[in-house]
């Protein structure tokens, strides 16, 4: 085939009806990972007259959380601008009245009396008005935090409760990162709504009174709001459609603007001169919006041209056709007058309510994603209630236990099969990425089981109510979080769900060896654990490591996990530790150890070797150095390697 007729046939594959990425190839940094969906070539998708039918659910949307939030301030809203709607009609009548009064024949006497009265009524409108306006400003400013705090915690609190393979699902970040754009439109639509509402009601009101003078005027207002509408939904549908299109790509902007800024890649950032290189980057990639940027510019500024040609012919109509009726005498001046003036004012309202719905429009599409990740995040929500247990676990074990990542190809595990008995130490052990940490997350319950079952005394974990499970495990994962909080609730979260128990947090301080780590610190336990706060400080890996194990040991849970609990601790401290934690295995709590220091579970009561996701060998130490298989390989090779150091 030649190149030509590959082209075509590629042209032809993909279709006329679809773009390619805007991206070609991996990229250097993300590889697959900046991808740009594939969407079709209307852009204005979501956007549209469809926009507007659907523009009413999304306010609604947040009116109702605001009900949710505080329901007399809303009402409150609502009650300032129907005063102000009513305010504007009478403002419109008294506006006629004035005009026919003005013009009319009869005694200058009588005139300036009617006059008088009229003015008094519109003066009343007007400070009604004002005072109307007044309280719904008060009230929108104090609705619109509470219902951003309702969104932000109701997100949290779902989020919270997610399974755990669910929060690694690129996907579902970004469903997140838009929800919490989501939440905080909530504020800006509730203080936009207002003034949505009250243009509306000024051009409810025109209507209302154009109608009643006559019934022909209503369509000369109403040819205005047609082509503004319509320039609108579309505008703000290709906006909404770009920017969901491209939220992979604002998230690896904001991950490169986080690693030239954050105090925990500093160091490298510095030494290995990485600010140009990241930069570089940061540059090329924002190119990439700034160029999705211009193009919707330009699209926006046909549409505005398009909408605003129509609607100023509209508009040149109305006067015209104002001007006609009263030159032919089929309208008085005071009636005409006081139509010019009601389109006039209700114009001015139109403009700002277009602009108002084009940008409540474009933040309540964010609602409807915070609603949408609001919903899959309850639908992927670790499941409860569930089977309570009945006690302490006696065995925790796995049959034929299988687990593959969401979005990878190989499985993590392939048909293991483990057993913990109460007390016991037990060590899995293999090399970087044998699943030795996804097969302890498994017996902890933080992942399901793709195929095969984790038992806790027989019953499976997925049917198990995992928060009564989660409360008997005490875990001290490899990278654990170390809190920005002071040095006491560092160790106090490991409880989280109690009142501070004072006694507990200094025995759990001793028994790990963070006494002397705290006693150095400049308040104590009062100390602040964030460098990037005033006051704070920072620890070393190691002081952190006895931190973290504190924690665990102040949850007091019958099963312990730890994943390489000793990596940042010199030889000495290390023995150390693990002669406390085979302690714990004594007083019949059940440990789970990894590690690569194999010197350090030569006392573990079973050992697992793990190559590939499968269970190679198990036994004790001394049993897999007699076998001569993988076990004893590695034990080998890093004895030798301490003899060569010694």
């Known amino acids: 085939m030649t190149t030509g007729a590959a082209a075509r046939a590629r042209k032809r594959s993909h279709g006329p009806r679809h773009r390619q990425d805007m991206v070609a190839g991996p990229d250097p940094l993300f590889g697959p990972g900046l991808r740009i969906a594939h969407e079709k070539d209307r852009d204005t998708a979501g956007g549209g007259p469809a926009a507007l039918w659907r523009l009413p659910v999304l306010v609604g949307m947040t009116a109702r959380l605001g009900w949710r939030a505080d329901r007399w301030g809303l009402l409150a809203v609502a009650a300032g601008q129907l005063a102000s709607a009513a305010a504007t009609t009478v403002t419109y009548l008294t506006t006629q009245r004035l005009l026919t009064g003005m013009f009319s024949a009869g005694p200058a006497g009588r005139k300036v009396e009617m006059l008088t009265s009229v003015l008094v009524v519109m003066v009343v409108a007007m400070m009604v008005r004002g005072l109307s306006g007044a309280l719904t400003t008060g009230a929108s400013g104090r609705l619109g935090p509470r219902i951003s705090r309702s969104a932000h915690t109701a997100l949290l609190e779902r989020a919270a409760e ?31 709504v207002v003034g949505l509402s009250g243009g509306l009601m000024a051009i409810v009101a025109a209507v209302a009174v154009l109608a009643t003078m006559d019934a022909l ?125 009601a389109i006039r004012s209700s114009s001015m309202s139109l403009t700002s309510l277009v602009m108002q719905t084009q940008t409540i429009h474009e933040d309540a599409m964010y609602i409807a994603d915070w609603r949408r990740a609001c919903t899959r995040a309850d639908e992927s929500a670790i499941p409860s209630p569930g089977a309570r247990l009945p006690g302490d676990p006696e065995v925790i074990s796995t049959h034929r236990l299988c687990f593959t990542y969401p979005g990878a190809r190989r499985p993590a595990l392939d048909g293991v099969d483990v057993r913990v008995r109460r007390g016991e130490v037990v060590a899995f052990v293999g090399e970087n990425g044998s699943g030795k940490s996804t097969l302890a997350k498994l017996l902890a319950g933080l992942y399901v089981p793709s195929e095969g079952a984790v038992l806790w005394d027989g019953v499976p974990t997925n049917l198990v109510d995992r928060r009564d499970l989660f409360d008997r495990i005490s875990l001290v994962s490899q990278d654990f979080v170390q809190w920005p909080f002071t040095a006491r609730m560092n160790v106090a979260v490991g409880r989280a769900d109690r009142p501070l128990d ?145």
């Open 162 to 192: 997610v399974e755990l393979a669910r929060m690694e699902d690129p996907a579902f970040h970004n469903l997140l990162l838009a929800a919490q754009r989501g939440a905080d439109a909530t504020r800006r639509v509730t203080e936009r």
């Open 217 to 341: 005027l209503v369509p000369l207002l109403l040819l205005t709001l047609v082509p503004q509408a319509w320039g609108m939904a579309r505008t703000v549908g290709a906006r909404h459609a770009s920017i969901t299109r491209w939220m992979e790509l604002t998230r690896q902007l904001d991950q490169l603007s986080m690693l030239l800024t954050h105090r925990e890649s500093a160091e490298e950032v510095r030494v290995h001169r990485m600010g140009r290189f990241l930069l570089h980057h940061y540059r090329r990639l924002a190119m990439h919006s700034e160029q999705e940027q211009a193009r919707l510019a330009r699209r926006e500024a046909c549409v505005k041209m398009i909408a605003g040609a129509v609607s100023g012919a509209a508009g040149a109509y109305a006067y015209g056709l104002l001007a006609f009726l009263v030159a032919t005498g089929r309208m008085s001046f005071a009636v005409a007058g006081t139509a010019a003036f």
């Open 502 to 646: 004072e006694r507990l947090l200094r025995r759990a301080a001793a028994a790990m060896g963070a006494e002397p780590v705290v006693a150095r610190l400049d308040d104590g336990w009062d100390t602040l654990l964030a460098r990037e706060f005033w006051g704070g400080t920072n620890l070393s890996g190691g002081q952190w490591q006895r931190l973290g194990l504190a924690r665990a040991w102040y949850r007091d849970a019958p099963v312990l996990v730890v994943d390489e609990p000793t990596s940042a601790l010199d030889p000495t401290a290390e023995i150390e530790i693990f002669d406390r934690i085979m302690e714990l295995a004594g007083r019949g709590r059940t440990v789970i150890l990894i590690t690569h220091r194999l010197a350090s579970v030569a006392r573990a009561d079973r050992i697992y070797v793990l190559d590939g996701g499968v269970v190679v060998e198990q036994g004790t130490h001394d049993r897999l150095l007699r076998s001569d298989g993988v076990y004893a390989a590695m034990y080998r090779a890093q004895a030798a390697q301490y003899e060569a150091a010694g």
